[in-house]
C-alpha cells in the first residue's frame, strides 16, 4: 500500500487527493503504541542515503 506521500501520484488531482485524506483521517483516534515506526524509519534512512 503506499504512502500518503504517494497517493498524489495515483490521484493525480493535489486537491482531490488532499481532500479524499481529509476525508479519512477526519475525526479518527490515532493510536499511539510508544513503540518507533518501523516504515518511519526506512523511510528517513533511505531519505538520507
Do not use: H
Not at 497517493?7 to 481532500?19: E, I, M, Q, V
Amino acid at each position: 500500500m503506499p504512502s500518503p506521500d504517494d497517493w498524489a501520484k495515483t490521484f493525480t488531482d493535489p486537491c482531490l487527493c488532499a481532500a479524499m485524506l481529509d476525508r479519512l483521517a477526519f475525526g479518527r483516534d490515532t493510536i499511539e503504541t510508544g513503540t518507533n515506526s518501523y516504515r518511519r524509519a526506512q523511510t528517513r534512512a533511505t531519505q538520507q542515503a
